[in-house]
């Protein structure tokens, strides 16, 4: 991978760390912010993926997506709250 694709990767990372903790401030729920961040992660790892086909680029944006898809399923189910007599 090329010297610009990681800094491309690099800075798409560190937007997205601060797009996370902007969001989580503003609305006071962590769950935005992680959704935010977990987009920005796998558009990094998509980054990689443009500068250079090897299999740790690949595995490191599939590693991504997956983190991804956990995060979202986990972030769509909400446990009902129940309250106690």
């Known amino acids: 991978m090329t010297g610009k694709m990681t800094q491309a990767a690099l800075l798409v990372t560190v937007f997205g760390l601060i797009s996370a903790v902007c969001a989580g401030l503003r609305l006071r729920q962590v769950r935005?912010?992680?959704a935010v961040l977990t987009d920005f992660l796998v558009a990094s790892?998509?980054?990689c993926l443009a500068g250079g086909s090897s299999?740790?680029?690949l595995a490191t944006a599939s590693a991504a997506l997956g983190?991804?898809?956990v995060v979202g399923s986990g972030l769509r189910s909400r446990p009902e709250l129940?309250?106690?007599p």
């Open 55 to 57: 299999w740790t680029t």
């Open 32 to 34: 935005p912010g992680l």
């Open 45 to 47: 790892g998509i980054v």
């Open 82 to 84: 129940r309250r106690s």
């Open 67 to 69: 983190v991804r898809f």
